[in-house]
Nanobody, 125 residues
Framework: QVQLVESGGGLVQPGGSLRLSCTAP????????IGWFRQAPGKEREGISC????????NYLATVEGRFTVARDDANNTAYLQVDNLKPEDTAVYYC??????????????????WGQGTRVTVSA
C-alpha cells in the first residue's frame, strides 16, 4: 500500500497562489507517473495534470494550463502543484494520485489506485 500525504491548501484571494505538496513513501515516487485531480463542491472529480516519471511528459487541463505548474523532487519523494492566479472556480479539494501498477507514463484515470487524503483550496475575496 502506498500512502500519499498532501499539504498546502488554504484560503486565498483571487489572483493568489499556493503550492500543494504530495509526499510518497521513501524510494517510491521516482518509479511512477503522478496525477493531480480536483473535486469542486457539487461536481465530479476532474483530472488537471499528470507528469510522467522523470518528468519526461507533462500535461494539463486546458483551463489550468499557464496558471498551474507541476514539479517533482524524486530524491525527497515529493511532488508539487504550484497554483497561480487562482480564480473562484478553482475552489476544490485537490488530490494527488499514483497508478495502481508501476507506470512511468500517465495512465487513464481509472488506473490510479493510490490517492492522497486531499487538501482544500478555497478562492474567495
Amino acid at each position: 500500500q502506498v500512502q500519499l500525504v498532501e499539504s498546502g491548501g488554504g484560503l486565498v484571494q483571487p489572483g493568489g497562489s499556493l503550492r500543494l505538496s504530495c509526499t510518497a513513501p521513501k524510494n517510491t515516487l521516482r518509479y511512477y507517473a503522478i496525477g493531480w485531480f480536483r473535486q469542486a463542491p457539487g461536481k465530479e472529480r476532474e483530472g488537471i495534470s499528470c507528469m510522467s516519471a522523470r518528468a519526461l511528459i507533462t500535461n494539463y487541463l486546458a483551463t489550468v494550463e499557464g496558471r498551474f505548474t507541476v514539479a517533482r523532487d524524486d530524491a525527497n519523494n515529493t511532488a508539487y502543484l504550484q497554483v497561480d492566479n487562482l480564480k473562484p472556480e478553482d475552489t476544490a479539494v485537490y488530490y494527488c494520485a499514483l497508478p495502481s501498477r508501476l507506470s512511468y507514463w500517465c495512465p487513464s484515470e481509472d488506473e490510479y489506485g493510490y490517492w492522497g487524503q486531499g487538501t482544500r483550496v478555497t478562492v474567495s475575496a
